[in-house]
């Protein structure tokens, strides 16, 4: 069975993963926040009703933690973070219909009713586990109260997630070596009774909905393995006041923060519903079925696509979450499943992993206090790479897109086709609408109504870029200045093609761009909200006077690129800035295991030798770029690496590496690489053999 094709006519949701009210937030949190908003809009410009909603939040061990250490309750801490949030989101021009938090009323109510059809369902048991005690406080130590030892992988783990290795979540009792994260005392297990979720009730069921599921590849394929055998059980509860009380008074036990989180997608969309009224949109077409279920069928049979889109756009670290425990949570709860996930992939500052205990990461804040245009990180972040693989973040970089894609491109086709018009006709000529132009919008409308139902975040983000560069190749292969005295009823019409190829990318970029859009939308004369119309509105006739346009977007110059390089540069700590300091938002950049296999054959290609640095010196001009002269045997190499910053450059001469013989060559600052030399990792560690295998032996 599969999904009706977007735009359907029943009502969507689009959530992103909730933020959590313990930081500030940086660029690595907006790439999801955007591409959400992002996908909402262009999700209602195909036509379909769409709400964005989300909320913070606010329970949990982090905040627990870090609230206690600043002696604070951890709603007045979390509050406060939640504040900050509700003010950042729009100063990205992320605008949410709903934005509650986890620890509000609707949220709380709506939680515990889940809980509640769980028990009546029968698919909560209770059982005793091990939980980690203080030796010496003898305080319970739930999820991040406890590291250790990851059980599946060896990795050091939190309590509650393997974040540094193989990014499994963990169940109370599981990490191995317990160690207290406040008090840095031994933690000891003891039997304590638990409330658990039995998972494996909708084993089949998952099974049918990882087939349906949309969305991005990896979401839709990673949690496959993880539904292979008996799932485990869920454990809900947790030794802890700070949480949704557990919904029977005789327990002492809160809600696991994972419980009530997802929940409050359900909750901000309600809480949207009871704000505009639900003649205008009804949360209940979206979050509950809508088709008759027959007892006594199948998981699939029941299943009907008779209810709203729920769209869900996280991190690719929270995909176990959303693909295997939510729907359970929604299904159990009698409630509609994801139609789609889009897990975005994680945002490196500088060719390096974003860290913020180390300060390399650009700040919400930071980045607004440049004055660049919120859109200009909009579309730089949506556009770097697919929505699913990693982007990396530099100011180098950023000047380079903006300057050539939006200044140069479409910025630049904008203003002198409207200036054009304007000077010459006051407007919009009097001419019909050529073929070609008509043919090119009505493709990249297309383009974006099959971009949307493939989630495909970039293609979206792109496509007035793209719509311009033919706008630029247009205008200067027609060169209607040359023909206004000769050829006056050509230059009219070359020129209306023109402004409806302006009118057209100030439709297409609303999505990623909304606050540029409505500032051409202004400048082409149009009334109304550019927000608020449909894509092929881009077709409809231009107005027919407008007034002297503006350029769109102003040239990042040299100065402030450098300015802004050396900032960060300087201020990224080689150390934890506070030792001890739990850092939540770390996002590594290990990337999880490769799904595909490669052949043998696949691998041979690969003709990868033992070689050894004859020589290496710094390419003049080149932060980070070495000339290495590598023996591999049976010649000598020319290889550029980037290696200056990493290594002691005169002590390289003499170490064994390994060397790619069959690389393309490359050219880096007028130096020609010829093979590249294996590392690992940011710190850019060599690879080299630990016997004596002779120069230009081959790796197999
Ligand atoms: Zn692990």
Redesign the pocket.
Same mark, same amino acid.
């Given at each position: 069975m599969s999904h009706e094709q977007l735009p359907t006519d029943r009502p969507a949701v689009v959530t992103v993963g909730l933020p959590y009210a313990n930081g500030d937030l940086h660029v690595g949190h907006l790439l999801g926040y955007v591409s959400g908003d992002l996908y909402a809009r262009a999700l209602r410009r195909t036509g379909q009703q769409t709400a964005f909603v989300c909320g913070s939040d606010m329970h949990g061990t982090p905040i627990a933690v870090n609230a206690a250490k600043q002696g604070r309750e951890p709603e007045e801490f979390a509050l406060e973070y939640h504040e900050q949030y509700t003010e950042t989101f729009p100063a990205f021009n992320v605008e949410f219909d709903n934005y509650g938090h986890t620890h509000d009323e609707t949220n709380t109510e709506l939680t515990q009713a889940f809980v509640e059809h769980w028990i009546e369902g029968g698919h909560v048991i209770e059982k005793e586990i091990e939980v980690a005690y203080d030796v010496e406080t003898d305080e319970p130590l739930p999820d991040r109260y406890v590291e250790g030892t990851?059980p599946? %992988?060896?990795?050091r783990?939190r309590g509650d997630e %393997?974040d540094e290795? %193989?990014?499994?979540h963990l169940e109370p009792g599981e990490i191995d070596d317990p160690v207290s994260v406040t008090t840095g005392n031994p933690a000891e297990y003891r039997e304590r009774p638990h409330k658990f979720l039995r998972l494996s009730d909708f084993q089949e069921y998952l099974r049918g909905f990882l087939d349906r599921l949309e969305g991005t590849e990896k979401a839709r394929n990673q949690p496959r393995e993880w539904i292979e055998g008996e799932l485990e059980d869920l454990c809900i509860t947790r030794d802890m006041d700070w949480g949704i009380d557990y919904p029977d008074e005789r327990e002492e036990l809160v809600l696991y923060v994972w419980v009530d989180a997802p929940i409050e997608y359900v909750a901000s969309t309600k809480q949207y519903t009871e704000r505009v009224g639900p003649e205008v949109y009804d949360w209940e077409a979206v979050w509950k079925p809508g088709g008759e279920r027959r007892p006594g069928t199948t998981w699939d049979d029941a299943w009907t696509d008779e209810s709203g889109e729920i769209i869900h756009v996280i991190g690719a670290d929270i995909i176990q979450h959303h693909c295997v425990f939510w729907p359970a949570m929604l299904r159990g709860a009698g409630y509609n499943e994801p139609r789609a996930v889009i897990a975005t992939g994680f945002v490196g500052i500088d060719g390096k992993s974003l860290s913020t205990s180390r300060n390399r990461a650009i700040w919400a804040t930071e980045y607004l206090e440049t004055g660049f245009h919120p859109d200009l990180f909009r579309y730089y972040i949506t556009t770097g790479s697919a929505v699913e693989h990693d982007v990396d973040f530099s100011w180098d970089r950023f000047a380079e897109r903006v300057n050539g894609e939006l200044v140069g491109t479409l910025g630049n086709f904008c203003y002198r086709a409207l200036l054009f018009a304007e000077r010459t006709y006051g407007g919009t000529p009097e001419a019909a609408l050529g073929e070609e132009a008509r043919d090119r919008i009505a493709d990249a409308i297309e383009d974006v109504e099959q971009a949307v139902r493939e989630y495909d975040v970039r293609k979206i983000a792109e496509s007035a870029v793209t719509l311009a560069q033919f706008g630029n190749e247009y205008i200067q292969r027609h060169e209607p200045w040359n023909l206004v005295d000769d050829e006056p009823e050509t230059a009219a019409r070359v020129i209306r093609d023109c402004v409806q190829l302006a009118k057209a990318c100030a439709v297409l970029m609303q999505p990623v761009m909304p606050g540029k859009a409505d500032e051409l939308w202004a400048q082409l004369g149009e009334d109304g909200d550019v927000s608020e119309v449909a894509l092929e509105e881009a077709l409809a006739a231009p107005a027919a006077t407008f007034g002297e346009p503006a350029e769109l977007f102003e040239q990042v110059d040299d100065e402030a690129v450098e300015q802004l390089t050396e900032q960060l540069r300087s201020r990224v700590a080689d150390e934890p800035k506070e030792e001890g300091e739990p850092d939540e938002s770390d996002e590594t950049m290990t990337d999880p295991l490769a799904d595909d296999r490669i052949s043998f054959e696949q691998f041979q290609e690969m003709d990868m030798r033992v070689g050894e640095i004859v020589s290496a010196d710094p390419i003049e001009g080149a932060d980070e770029l070495v000339r290495l002269a590598v023996d591999i045997g049976v010649e000598t190499r020319q290889v550029v690496a980037g290696l200056k910053q990493l290594h002691d450059v005169e002590a390289l001469p003499g170490t064994r590496v390994v060397l790619l013989a069959n690389m393309e060559k490359a050219e880096l600052f007028g130096v020609e690489s010829d093979g590249m030399v294996l590392a690992a990792g940011e710190e850019a560690d060599l690879l080299t053999t630990h016997a004596d295998a002779p120069l230009g032996a081959r790796i197999r």
């Open positions: 990851c599946y %992988c060896g990795e783990a %393997c290795g %193989c990014q499994r």
